[in-house]
T-cell receptor, first 114, second 112 residues
């Protein structure tokens, strides 16, 4: 069974700092990996989708990388801002039975201090 | 752009009551999903519909039923609510399975 782990569970940084969020998964036979942000009491907002054939994907100040062989993905946030404060979730689609299911990590709660 | 719309946003039920959570998407997506989010458990798939006319069980289907009413709408029904079903429920959709998923704002359900 696929398991997704996000470390650290919480992170606090000063405004302007560059930071990296980590995601690891146990089964490297994934199809896609998706990063989301979730604000308190809100839904999930899609940030980036990396297909299994891709190594990285960029959107504005965000850059996500994928290393399937090692079962790892990172989300890099440049020049962090207080508005980036949220919980960031990593999720993977498997490539076998049950592949319609996104398996989620428990998230990293990010606080950017002004 | 509305995206994925869920109703209601909040609901309190008594044990044994029934209710239906509604979900509609306006992105012409083929696949739709219901997840629940619980503290310490993360998000888990309840049911999904790969395309109009099909539904399949996810990881935690017990106590729930679903209906894919048409391409836009996918409802989740609790026939006899239990306190263990207290959770935040999210509906999601994607153009097809395994593609980028878009989520609604959630329904916060409390069963007392």
């Amino acid at each position: 069974k696929q398991e997704v782990t996000q470390i650290p569970a919480a992170l606090s940084v000063p405004e302007g700092e560059n930071l990296v969020l980590n995601c690891s998964f146990t089964d490297s036979a994934i199809y896609n990996l998706q990063w989301f942000r979730q604000d308190p009491g809100k839904g999930l907002t899609s940030l980036l989708l990396i297909q299994s054939s891709q190594r990285e994907q960029t959107s504005g100040r965000l850059n996500a990388s994928l290393d399937k062989s090692s079962g790892r993905s990172t989300l890099y946030i440049a020049a962090s801002q207080p508005g980036d404060s949220a919980t960031y979730l990593c999720a993977v689609y498997g490539s076998g039975a049950g592949s319609y299911q996104l398996t989620f990590g428990k998230g990293t709660k990010l606080s950017v201090i002004p | 752009n509305a995206g994925v719309t869920q109703t209601p946003k909040f609901q309190v039920l008594k044990t044994g009551q029934s209710m239906t959570l509604q979900c509609a998407q306006d992105m012409n997506h083929n696949s739709m999903y219901w997840y629940r989010q619980d503290p310490g458990m993360g998000l888990r798939l309840i049911y999904y519909s790969a395309s109009e006319g099909t539904t399949d069980k996810g990881e935690v289907p017990n106590g729930y039923n679903v209906s894919r009413l048409n391409k836009r709408e996918f409802s989740l029904r609790l026939e006899s609510a239990a306190p263990s079903q207290t959770s935040v429920y999210f509906c999601a959709s994607s153009i097809q399975g395994l593609k980028e998923a878009f989520f609604g704002q959630g329904t916060r359900l409390t069963v007392v």
